[in-house]
């Protein structure tokens, strides 16, 4: 009969394998900073690209609907104003990105110690129960199923010696200095 541990953890094993597994396996060859890094480049990157893409909805509309003139307007300060926003806004996105970056890849660490935690505690499992089973067996006959057969401890003729009467051995002591 096999062990029920051992079925136990290879189910959980299979779980795990059927849901982050092949995920897993791909990211956790990367460095911590290469996943964030890596994850952060395309945050970086799409908030870069929508924060132009507002900017320009926000320039079009000053200058079409608010009727601004160009010709009076300040194009350094306002080309230093949008630098800033964008400059910010992808700093911050930044920040958010590598917090939620790191706190994935801990728990992917963590997910993936843990599967092979349990491949080494599988390992150590016997494969089946080490209690005898009685009853009958595959074949129809009865059956006593040891997992190892335990060899009896010899026996030696001659009484065992008496220890020597000696003092116990002086400990030392530390000094301190």
Do not use: C
Request: aromatic residues 10%; positive net charge.
């Amino acid at each position: 009969m096999a062990n029920k541990n051992r079925i136990i953890t290879m189910a959980n094993m299979a779980v795990y394998d059927k849901r982050h597994g092949d995920a897993d396996r791909a990211l956790f060859a990367f460095y911590r900073r290469d996943y964030i890094y890596r994850k952060n480049m395309w945050t970086r990157l799409s908030v870069a690209i929508g924060s132009m893409l507002l900017l320009v909805i926000y320039w079009l509309h000053q200058i079409f609907i608010y009727g601004i003139d160009l010709e009076y307007l300040d194009i350094q300060e306002s080309v230093m104003e949008s630098v800033l926003f964008l400059v910010a806004v992808m700093a911050v996105y930044t920040l958010i990105g590598t917090i939620q970056g790191t706190h994935q890849y801990y728990k992917l660490q963590k997910r993936v110690e843990d599967y092979i935690a349990m491949s080494k505690r599988l390992e150590n499992m016997p494969d089946d129960d080490s209690k005898p089973t009685g009853g009958i067996g595959s074949t129809g006959e009865s059956s006593l199923v040891y997992r190892r057969q335990i060899q009896p401890m010899p026996v030696s003729k001659s009484a065992p010696k008496p220890a020597p009467d000696r003092p116990p051995r002086p400990t030392r002591k530390r000094i301190i200095r």
